[in-house]
């Protein structure tokens, strides 16, 4: 057991009157508690401390053990109120017996795995928390009704209990930051949460059975991140209909069953980035009209999503779309934004062209094109005049023209052309006027033209590396110079 200050307690005696009878003692221990064995409670506990000025933490030995010998905290009864964290930490306890009497935390509270505990009935006095509520990975734990006389607490995090089905017990209470309702498999429901603002971030993930969002109906802004992950029950996101804003990302992703995002037809602003991914029933993006901008779009990994018409009103300042196989057009995608700072197009089977980037004629940092097996043409890249760091595209199999670069005449760093299998010529470079720092061009098996580079090494002096393998033509950049940049 370890005391921090050295053992000290103060017998107070505050008299609110000049009579005895009116007279309230309190019995208070000042400093940081750890406690880690029955034993070392129940020596603390025939102190009758009042209160606790501190940390007050229960924890499991230093030995590598992940729990304490500690069975029952009938030795804390007389304590009422904590100034400071509460951590109950990988004990044996079934209950909560020995806190019925606690009735404030001035701190966080915290119960983490333990493995035998049911309720948490006897915490039915405890009616605030100034800080925040934990509870994980406590195996047996049923459902958290003794928390139901608080009325506020900063964060909510609620995860990994694996029997908890219901929040009936959150109907009163106002959660002043985030909410985090993680790894709870049979939870269909989430009831009560009547706060119109959520000042710090929604996270509801990895609930299984969830299938209502109900509670949220009165919900209009998010001021942090709005996650929805791994809920493989969930069509829809009823519930979420009147929600109007979110600060950060909108997060939607791993929940394989569902079909509609619909129901943010009210949403018209995203403080960060848009990410959709992993949602192998979805087919639309039908819902996000009302988003004007985002500062990233990324849409990956959704089998059987084909139609991105949802986002033709949102600018954006990085595109990702990868291994979405049920796309064949980017038609949907704003380019209005004229310069923006990344663009990503890979592992998109079906994706035949990018003309939906028409608008684009800056990227800022990279322009990757990559491994989309049946895109023949990049034209939709026609008007892009500069990359501001690297351009590289490579594995697209049917890709036999660069003319999509036709105007392209900078890149910060490099270019790196490989294994595009149907490239025989790379006549859209012609225009390049600079290339900061290297050109490498590789396994393009049909590869035999390299002239559109003849410019840029004899009219503006190329010097940075110029590497060339396993084409089926591989001049050196001298011979290009002189003209011998084809093979007859």
């Known amino acids: 057991m370890i005391f921090k200050p050295i053992f000290l307690f103060v017998l107070l005696t505050l008299l609110f009157s000049c009579s005895e009878d009116d007279s309230i003692e309190e019995n208070i221990f000042t400093g940081d508690i750890e406690i880690s064995s029955q034993a070392e409670l129940d020596a603390f506990g025939k102190n009758n401390f009042t209160k606790v000025n501190g940390r007050f933490e229960i924890l499991p030995p230093n030995t590598g ?10 030795a804390l009864k007389s304590i009422q109120f904590i ?11 079934t209950s909560l017996k020995g806190l019925n009497n606690l009735s404030a935390i001035d701190g966080n509270f915290e119960i983490y ?53 219901d929040f009936d017990w959150l109907k009163k209470i106002r959660i002043e ?25 929604l996270e509801l993930t990895s609930n299984k059975a969830l299938v209502d969002l109900g509670g949220f109906n009165n919900l209009t802004t998010v001021r942090g991140n709005l996650s929805i992950w791994g809920n493989d029950a969930l069509t829809n996101l009823n519930g979420l209909g009147n929600l109007k804003s979110i600060g950060y990302d909108l997060e939607i992703g791993g929940n394989d069953g569902l079909i509609s995002i619909e129901e943010f037809a009210k949403l018209s602003s995203i403080g960060g980035n848009l990410l959709i991914t992993g949602n192998h029933a979805i087919e ?10 985002v500062k990233g ?9 084909e139609d991105l018409n949802g986002l033709r009103n949102m600018q954006f300042e990085r595109l990702q779309i990868e291994k979405s196989q049920g796309i064949i057009t980017l038609e949907g995608i704003n380019s209005n934004s004229k310069t923006i700072k990344n663009i990503e197009i890979h592992g998109n ?38 990359v501001g760091v690297n351009l590289s595209i490579f594995d697209n199999d049917l890709l036999s023209s660069l003319q999509g670069l036709k105007n392209l005449n900078t890149v910060g760093e490099e270019i790196n052309i490989y294994r595009n299998r149907s490239l025989s010529n790379i006549d859209g470079l012609g225009g390049l006027t600079t290339v900061g720092s290297k050109i490498y061009l590789g396994y393009n098996e049909s590869l035999t033209n390299f002239c559109g580079l003849q410019p840029l090494f004899k009219d503006y002096g190329f010097t940075g590396s110029y590497v060339v393998a396993d084409n089926a033509y591989n001049p050196t950049q001298q011979e290009v110079e002189d003209g011998n940049c084809q093979q007859n």
């Not at 100034?83 to 306890?93: C, H, Q």
């Not at 909410?179 to 429901?189: N, V």
């Not at 639309?284 to 901008?293: A, I, K, P, Q, Y």
């Open 83 to 93: 100034k400071g964290n509460f951590i109950i930490r990988g004990s044996l306890i």
């Open 297 to 305: 779009i990324t849409i990956s990994v959704n089998s059987r999503l």
């Open 177 to 201: 930051e985030s909410i985090t309702i993680t790894g709870l498999p049979l939870i269909t429901s989430i009831e009560g949460i009547s706060q119109v603002t959520i000042n710090g971030s």
């Open 113 to 165: 795995g333990a493995r035998e505990l049911k309720d948490l009935n006897e915490l039915s006095n405890l009616k605030s928390v100034s800080q925040d509520v934990l509870i994980y990975n406590n195996d047996l734990l049923e459902n958290l009704n003794g928390l139901s006389k608080l009325t506020s607490i900063k964060n909510l995090m609620i995860f990994n209990n694996e029997l908890i089905e």
């Open 65 to 74: 053990d992940w729990q304490s010998d500690i069975t029952n905290l009938n």
């Open 284 to 293: 639309n993006l039908d819902g996000l009209e009302g988003v004007n901008s």
């Open 349 to 386: 089977n079906f994706l035949v062209n990018v003309d939906a980037l028409s608008g684009i004629t800056s990227v800022e940092e990279d322009l990757i094109i990559s491994d989309n097996r049946s895109m023949s043409s990049i034209d939709g890249l026609k008007n892009i005049s500069s």
